[in-house]
């Protein structure tokens, strides 16, 4: 089993910035994709952002190009996902999540693993 933890949320302006952090721990995998999702009050879960095992490739939806910037830590195997100029739209709780997967999918059904959430809130 894995386990993620996510952290980092809160209520922030709009134009700030937050950091969202997402701690992995337990069974280990030689190539795997760690993701951010999104879901929004009576929105489908949506895609953010992934990046692969080595951190040598990342993926982001078009809402966060630009804006967001996922990143890891290889010694503790944690991802980040920090986000500029933060909207309302962004408001959402926000998934870590992990696949057994050597490419960057988008598609929510392919991870394996998810972490709890983190609620972010950005006003206007």
């Known amino acids: 089993q894995v386990q993620l933890v996510e952290s980092g949320g809160g209520l922030v302006q709009a134009g700030g910035s937050l950091r969202l952090s997402c701690a992995a721990s337990?069974?280990?995998?030689?190539?795997?994709?760690m993701g951010w999702f999104r879901q929004a009050p009576g929105k489908e879960r949506s895609f953010v952002a992934a990046?692969?095992?080595?951190?040598?490739?990342?993926s982001y939806a078009d809402s966060a190009k630009g804006r967001f910037t996922i990143f890891r830590d290889n010694a503790e195997t944690t991802i980040y996902l920090h986000m500029n100029s933060l909207k309302p739209e962004d408001t959402a709780v926000y998934y870590c999540?992990?696949?057994?997967?050597?490419?960057?999918?988008?598609?929510?059904?392919?991870?394996?693993?998810w972490g709890q959430g983190t609620q972010v809130t950005v006003s206007s």
């Open positions: 990046i692969n095992w080595s951190g040598s490739n990342t």
């Open positions: 999540a992990l696949g057994r997967s050597s490419w960057l999918p988008s598609d929510g059904t392919t991870y394996d693993y």
């Open positions: 337990g069974r280990t995998f030689s190539r795997y994709v």
